[in-house]
């Protein structure tokens, strides 16, 4: 014996990865997570503070800008004020028309001015689109201007658009004193967009306003103004319109989808005398730049600490990994049979304790090397005696197998063949005493014997005729017991060949069908077949197949004949059904009939020799016995049985692919 170890190499070497990537991996990856989670930590924080510092000044816009508007109309309602005190009563028309003129030219956004006496009827009327009406006395006290502002003192009316498109509002100041009257102004505003223009939100953000209906008074974009828009479903408007708070307080900024579906941090602030609500917007991607600077500075710091990480995890890792390499050559040359190798590693640490625990391995392994021979030796003649033990054991587990299926064998043959043997002796003996008083009754009458004694012979012949009758058909069962006998001991099953399997079934189930009716005329059965195309060939003895199939279709036709016979209803329609299924590795064949159906306790015993459910005369009991050799014994495949009493029977054979070798007996004929 060699005092090399030979170690077979792998067909196919893993593909590995070194110890130090490994270890690098590892550092890097560590570090990379401690970096990682600082810099979520500080983005997150990052975020909350720059987004609550920019709702709070987006608030602050949204205040201030609701503050210049009312101070707009503030102004306009001062201006319109010096019209309404108690001395401006008392002077002539022209001048009123005249201060209602100046009015107009200081006040741009008045359009109309109408001056109502304290019965509520119209004294003046000045206006920039249309002639000036004086003393017309028209009767608007029931009109809101009056009504409301003799009430309330001021009057702001909602905002209504005039041609569809200009968007007003209407201002109502009652006078000083008791029914003096009301100045109503028709104020146009759109100049208040000009106010909403010039209200600067960040470098990309804008400033609007919407009536209390959600309609756009003001905005940047006049043609939104002036189409008459309605923002009251806009997700940017509609939930201010429903929680706007009267006093306006409270922190309204969100970051919500603007009339163009970007992203805006929008606030508003409510203007209560008014009923209208101004919008400040930004670009939420302006808003949180400071967020999107502190992104880009930890994905640096990220990366710095990467580059790092990897520099220094290579260096640890070569450290370690230079040892584990010795260790690794030492290994590789004790597998190769150097058992004088030994690893001199001074490190100070787990890897010398490693490597002097090898080193002893070693050791070890050469001493054991020494003795390994002789050891070897004694146990093969230990396993050759084992074996020959076994192989004593084995022929003797096959006798007594040999011995036990002929005394059952024997057994039935005994059993079988008694009964035909009686038949024929005791018939023909029977026919003997028959034939003697045939030939007393001939001599008695002789040739002029009467019509009685003709009749007598005549019977007689009947009952011979009858009698020999009967002798062969029992003759044929002796006969078919035997044959099947011989069959059922028979060894080897014809040529084995790779055949289509789905011609074979489909061939087997025609001849069985063919020869049924052959038999029986009147027999009729509704056949049925579902044969997969990926069977294909199969490698099988195709002349034992046929048996099995011819075998279990018969079977199937004599259960449907019989459940008609035995009153299976108007509405039974006898069905058998082949079919085939291709797998991997095997083909299954189901053969299923709704005749009669097993019991359970047949199922357990139909395999046996000699065992059959059918009348005496018309089976052997050795068909499925057969059947199921030719199947498991000869195929390497088997044969299943699902049954239902009085309802179905399915047979299910799963044959492999490639059929193994049958083992041949010793003896046998």
Do not use: C
Not at 644 to 666: D, N, S, Y
Request: glycine share 8%; charged share 25%.
């Amino acid at each position: 014996m060699s005092s090399a170890i030979a170690t077979p190499e792998p067909a196919q070497a893993r593909q590995r990865v070194g110890l130090a990537v490994k270890f690098a991996l590892a550092f890097l990856g560590l570090v990379s997570l401690v970096l990682v989670v600082n810099g979520a930590v500080n983005l997150l924080l990052s975020y909350d503070e720059a987004k609550r510092a920019a709702l709070t000044v987006q608030q602050e816009k949204a205040d201030a800008a609701a503050q210049r508007i009312n101070q707009f109309v503030s102004e306009i309602e001062s201006q319109i004020g010096w019209t309404t005190r108690t001395e401006w009563q008392r002077i002539g028309v022209e001048q009123q028309r005249y201060d209602f003129i100046r009015l107009l030219r200081q006040t741009p956004a008045i359009t109309d001015l109408q001056f109502l006496d304290g019965s509520g009827k119209e004294q003046l009327r000045v206006s920039r689109l249309e002639p000036d009406v004086i003393g017309s006395l028209k009767d608007y006290s029931a009109d809101p201007p009056f009504a409301k502002a003799m009430a309330d003192h001021i009057w702001f009316g909602p905002v209504y658009f005039r041609n569809g498109s200009e968007p007003y509002m209407t201002i109502a100041i009652a006078h000083a004193g008791h029914d003096s009257g009301v100045t109503v102004a028709e104020v146009n505003l759109e100049f208040i967009g000009e106010v909403i223009t010039a209200i600067r939100v960040g470098g990309a953000g804008y400033a609007f306003i919407v009536s209390r209906e959600g309609r756009l008074i003001a905005h940047p974009d006049k043609s939104l103004v002036l189409r008459n828009t309605d923002w009251s479903q806009q997700p940017q408007v509609a939930p201010a319109l429903s929680e706007a708070k009267p006093d306006g307080g409270g922190n309204t900024a969100a970051i919500v989808r603007d009339y163009d579906g970007k992203s805006v941090l929008s606030a508003y602030a409510p203007i209560a005398r008014l009923g209208w609500i101004v919008f400040v917007a930004l670009p939420a991607s302006e808003a949180l730049a400071p967020v999107y600077r502190s992104l880009i500075q930890t994905g640096a710091l990220l990366g710095l600490g990467l580059v790092l990480a990897g520099v220094g995890g290579t260096l640890l890792a070569r450290r370690l990994v230079v040892p584990i390499r010795r260790l690794q050559l030492g290994a590789e040359r004790l597998g190769e049979g150097d058992l004088a190798q030994r690893i001199e590693i001074k490190t100070g640490d787990e890897i010398e304790t490693l490597a002097d625990r090898f080193n002893l391995m070693a050791s070890r392994i050469q001493e054991s090397h020494e003795t390994l021979e002789a050891k070897v030796d004694g146990r093969t003649r230990e396993l050759a005696r084992s074996l020959e033990d076994l192989r004593n054991a084995q022929d003797r587990l096959i006798q007594s197998e040999k011995l036990a299926s002929l005394g059952q064998l024997t057994a039935g043959i005994a059993h079988e063949i008694k009964n035909p043997l009686n038949f024929v002796n005791n018939f023909a003996e029977l026919s003997r005493e028959l034939l003697d008083e045939l030939g007393e009754a001939v001599g008695a009458n002789g040739a002029g014997r009467d019509d009685g004694a003709s009749s007598e012979i005549a019977e007689l012949t009947a009952m011979i005729k009858s009698n020999l009758d009967k002798v062969v058909q029992h003759g044929r069962r002796a006969d078919s017991i035997v044959k099947n006998m011989l069959l059922h001991s028979r060894q080897g099953g014809g040529e084995r060949r790779s055949v289509d399997l789905n011609a074979v079934v489909e061939e087997s189930l025609n001849l069985a069908y063919h020869g049924a009716r052959a038999e029986k005329p009147d027999f009729n059965i509704t056949l049925a077949n579902d044969l997969d195309p990926a069977v294909a060939a199969v490698d099988i003895y195709p002349q034992e197949i046929t048996r099995v199939l011819l075998n279990l279709i018969s079977n199937g036709f004599y259960a449907t004949h019989r459940k008609k016979l035995d009153g299976g209803g108007a509405a039974f329609a006898p069905t058998l059904a082949v079919s085939t299924k291709a797998f991997p590795d095997r083909v299954e064949i189901r053969i299923r009939d709704n005749g009669t159906g097993l019991s359970e306790a047949v199922k357990e015993k139909m395999f046996n020799p000699f065992f059959t459910t059918k009348p005496a005369g018309e089976g052997t009991g050795l068909g499925l016995s057969l059947s199921h050799d030719i199947v498991v014994k000869q195929h390497g495949g088997r044969i299943d049985v699902e049954s239902k009493l009085g309802e179905f029977t399915q047979f299910t054979i799963a044959l492999p692919r490639v059929t193994p070798q049958p083992a041949v007996a010793g003896a046998g004929s």
